[in-house]
């Protein structure tokens, strides 16, 4: 039966064929979550029958309300809430984790109505924080974002920035429902079912909290009504079994993660089979929807010749990127000086999202933000992307599109020493699914990138410089990713320098000593380290029949990998050779911390040497 209004016994009948469906999927499977699923599922009866805005005939009405399931192991209960609003059928419910299934084990967008992949504990409500944001101070539209949490994923650090940044910001649209069953994964969670612990810490950071029973559809109803009702983030702390409905599992320990013993008594208890259909409330009104507004794009030039870093020339692109697209957004983690993307506050205040020092939460407004057509420009040093990591993993799951800038990377930052310098992150970002990463050599090139970001897919990355380096290309040079830049070559060149960002103008310095000795050698600038340009490293492999690559970075999964990956397919393979930082550096000089990793200039020649005196 179809029901659009749902009184208090309709909804606690939904919830005990809540329980039935995810009782019933994990049975199917063989695995699963169902004790997870059974204990929000009054939880999720009650929003999905009375207070959930949501056109599941049009998934890309802009005032539709957000929901996301932070703790995605409890999918089977997600998935049965769409059986009863109808989108999906009692057949597909039944294919849950199999091949082939879009029911994974975890939701993700592969599904129309869920904005991005969870699963990963802690995610959920930094990520619904970006798409608060992005309906409260960007848009300025109506929709509400609800988060329904686990009590477990409240040790989670990031889950704190998440109530820090939605408190400080006053996203009064923002509802985070928490099921506090008590029980985690191996054992009771560290509060247990002391709802006031948590309310304490959470209303700490200016959200309006409130208590419950997660099993009285009464007060649930009330608490989302006045959620509604309040300009704060609001946090509903709902006390509830794990299991609930079923005395084998019922707060039980031992029972996380796996299907209910005997899943036909489990049903026969909860009362059988149901097939509640629930028609959810639409958004009210004729959406208007968003278009952005593109204009001229007018990057700034340098002089070749001048000396400018490349950090530098990231920011002035950011900032005519801004001016000239009203979808760009700029978050930073309280470094905007030094990565330079202050330079976007000073024209763009309000698309400029200050983050602090929460990387997590930073990647995860990204995330959220990305959800409603906003192109994201996430910076910071390099070496604090470390913190962000597995957002940035989930991100790829959710198929999200971030423009990520990581600043003061390698060694040539010079005298701050290790704990400021990324020397990991060309690797991390290599290893991303289907992720683009681009390292320039200078200003222009630098600034042609930045703007390229914009329109790639997926994660991709721009590694900038703290220093300042020559600007060796013209205004008018173009930088396609995946492409190179020959920048030495003639006929009689035996040996290939490939080299990227600043190692780029030591490869120059090298091949002119070298040429002085009578040994001429080719240098390529290979700007895009993911893609590369295999085409111009077989041809000068061919012609040179030696591979010198130089990196300031570990030797690990950077640059010289990516150059040694594109000759794991070929019958003849050059002779290869790599440098990149191998000792723990201190606090140096920029001159000397490339002296000292064995990359400068003079390293380069000493290892042109020994690779052509081997052969």
């Known amino acids: 039966m179809a029901v659009a209004t749902l009184d208090v016994e309709q909804l606690t ?87 082939g299934s879009r029911l994974e084990g ?43 949490c686990g009590d477990s994923e409240l040790a989670e650090g990031s889950m704190w920035e998440a109530f820090e940044h939605a408190g400080h910001a006053g996203l009064g649209n923002l509802v985070a429902i928490v099921d506090v069953n008590r029980l985690g994964q191996r054992g009771p969670t560290r509060h247990g079912w002391d709802t006031q612990a948590y309310a304490r810490r959470i209303g700490s950071f200016g959200w309006h909290t409130i208590e419950i029973d997660g099993h009285d559809i009464d007060q649930i109803d009330r608490a989302y009504a006045e959620a509604i009702g309040t300009s704060r983030p609001t946090a509903i702390l709902a006390r509830t079994r794990k299991g609930s409905g079923v005395e084998a599992v019922e707060d039980k320990e031992g029972q996380h993660g796996k299907p209910v013993p005997d899943s036909e008594a489990a049903i026969a208890e909860l009362g059988g089979r149901r097939s509640i259909r629930v028609e959810v409330a639409a958004p009210d009104g004729e959406p208007e929807r968003l278009r952005p507004d593109t204009g001229s794009l007018r990057l700034p030039v340098y002089e070749q010749g001048d000396e400018v870093a490349t950090r530098t020339a990231f920011g002035e692109a950011l900032a005519a990127l ?71 993993r989930m991100a ?20 701050d020493g290790p704990s400021q310098m990324g020397l990991e ?76 960002g600043v190692t780029v103008h030591e490869a120059l310095a090298a091949a002119d000593r070298l040429a002085d000795l009578g040994m001429a050698v080719r240098v390529i600038d290979l700007y895009s380290v993911k ?24 030797p690990q999964g950077g640059l010289g990998d990516a150059v040694f990956d594109a000759f794991t397919r070929v019958t003849c393979v050059p002779r290869l050779a790599k440098l990149g930082v191998l000792a723990m550096p201190g606090s140096a000089s920029p001159a000397e911390q490339r002296q000292h990793a064995g990359i400068d200039s003079t390293a380069i020649v000493e290892a042109a040497h020994e690779l052509l005196l081997d052969s």
């Open 13 to 99: 009948e939904l919830g005990r064929q809540l329980r039935v469906d995810a009782v019933r999927a994990a049975a199917a499977a063989g695995s699963g979550h169902p004790t997870s699923s059974m204990s929000a599922a009054d939880l999720m009866a009650v929003l999905l029958g009375r207070h959930l805005r949501y056109d599941f005939a049009e998934t890309q009405n802009p005032d539709n309300d957000h929901l996301i399931l932070s703790k995605g192991h409890a999918s089977p209960l997600l998935y049965a809430m769409y059986v009863a609003a109808g989108a999906i059928s009692d057949e597909e419910l039944l294919t849950y984790r199999t091949a």
């Open 106 to 148: 975890h939701p993700t967008p592969q599904l129309p109505w869920v904005d991005v992949a969870t699963g990963s504990l802690g995610q959920g409500l930094p990520i619904g924080v970006g798409l608060a944001i992005s309906g409260r101070h960007l848009e300025r539209r109506g929709y509400r974002v609800w988060v329904l």
């Open 322 to 392: 801004g001016e000239a697209r009203s979808d760009v957004v700029a978050l930073d983690g309280e470094v905007g000086d030094s990565t330079r993307s202050r330079y976007f506050e000073e024209v763009r205040p309000e698309r400029f999202i200050q983050c602090y020092i929460a990387e997590q939460q930073m990647v995860a407004a990204a995330v959220g933000l990305q959800v409603r057509g906003w192109t994201p420009y996430v910076s910071t040093f390099a070496a604090f992307l470390s913190r962000a990591a597995d957002f940035l």
């Open 396 to 415: 790829t799951v959710s198929g999200a599109r971030l423009c990520v800038v990581g600043s003061h990377a390698g060694v040539s930052i010079g005298p």
């Open 425 to 500: 992150d060309l690797a991390f970002f290599r290893a991303l699914w289907r992720s683009t990463v681009l390292y320039p050599c200078d200003a222009n090139q630098a600034a042609h990138l930045t703007a390229a970001m914009a329109d790639l897919s997926g994660i991709s990355y721009l590694r900038t410089t703290r220093g300042e380096t020559p600007v060796l290309y013209g205004p008018t040079e173009s930088f396609p990713v995946g492409g190179s830049k020959v920048l030495r070559s003639s006929p009689g060149d035996r040996l290939t320098i490939v080299a990227a």
């Open 531 to 554: 893609p590369v340009d295999v085409a111009t490293l077989h041809r000068a492999a061919a012609e040179t029949g030696h591979v010198l690559t130089v990196e300031d970075h570990w």
